[in-house]
């Protein structure tokens, strides 16, 4: 999961222009020569969303919280006492929304596992390892934080894009098939596993593996994800173990 810089107002050299009265308002960020182009359009981005806006507002450590909000809500994977593991978790949006939406910490409730290669703060609840996932030693120490099978396999693991379409896609679809391959191993029969893809599907070798082992497989892009970006996600339900 990408991690967001983070930006207050006040203090982000932005200005807004619109009507008045506040309607239609649109923050435009000053010509700054210290700032490349790249970072004020990535800033003037951030300033104008409404999902960052909302998870600042209702305290979630990403707008990412808002996809897993969205797949949940039209699929329902998430529910009182599941297992749930979070690969690529930081900064841990989409750990948080788990953590509420299994009870995690609660009286039957149940588990929160998540992982990642950047450094992240603890969320009550949730057991949150700094790991590379790729490390040797990452499946086994999930395995034992979970206590068991899991319920729910949740990947929103991205490698740094190069701007190179192809190369983008061949470096996703390897964590991709990666995260199939832990979920495969840990998942509980019933389970469902969630994994961030490129725009142009799975790869057809990753997809038929999954519908192998899955009664339902689709993708989705919620409407939280923007849409210039390439990603979707691919929902694979009734593991069948």
């Avoid at 319920?151 to 740094?160: I, Y």
Wanted: glycine share 14%; charged share 25%; hydrophobic share 40%.
């Amino acid at each position: 999961m990408s991690q967001g810089k983070k930006t207050t107002g006040a203090k982000a050299g932005a200005k807004a222009s619109g009507n008045g009265g506040g309607r239609g308002l649109k923050v435009r960020v000053k010509t700054n020569r210290g700032r490349p182009i790249g970072s004020q359009l990535w800033l003037q981005r951030q300033l104008n969303d409404p999902y960052v806006a909302r998870a600042r507002a209702e305290g979630y450590r990403s707008r990412a919280a808002f996809k897993l909000i969205e797949l949940d809500d039209r699929f329902k994977f998430l529910g009182k006492g599941k297992k749930v593991v979070d690969l690529g978790a930081a900064p841990g949006g989409w750990t948080q929304i788990a953590v509420d939406r299994v009870k995690a910490g609660q009286p039957k409730g149940g588990a929160v596992v998540g992982i990642d290669i950047l450094e992240w703060a603890p969320i009550a609840g949730a057991t949150c390892m700094t790991l590379d996932f790729l490390d040797p030693k990452a499946p086994d120490l999930l395995k034992e934080a979970l206590g068991g099978q899991a319920d729910v396999v949740l990947s929103d693991m991205a490698s740094p894009t190069t701007g190179h379409g192809p190369t983008d896609h061949i470096r996703i679809m390897a964590l991709a098939e990666t995260a199939w391959m832990f979920a495969e191993e840990v998942l509980a029969p019933g389970g469902t596993f969630v994994c961030k893809v490129f725009q142009g599907g799975t790869e057809a070798t990753l997809l038929n593996q999954i519908k192998r082992r899955c009664g339902s497989v689709r993708h989705a892009k919620p409407p939280a994800s923007r849409k210039e970006s390439a990603e979707v996600y691919v929902i694979g339900q009734n593991f069948k173990g």
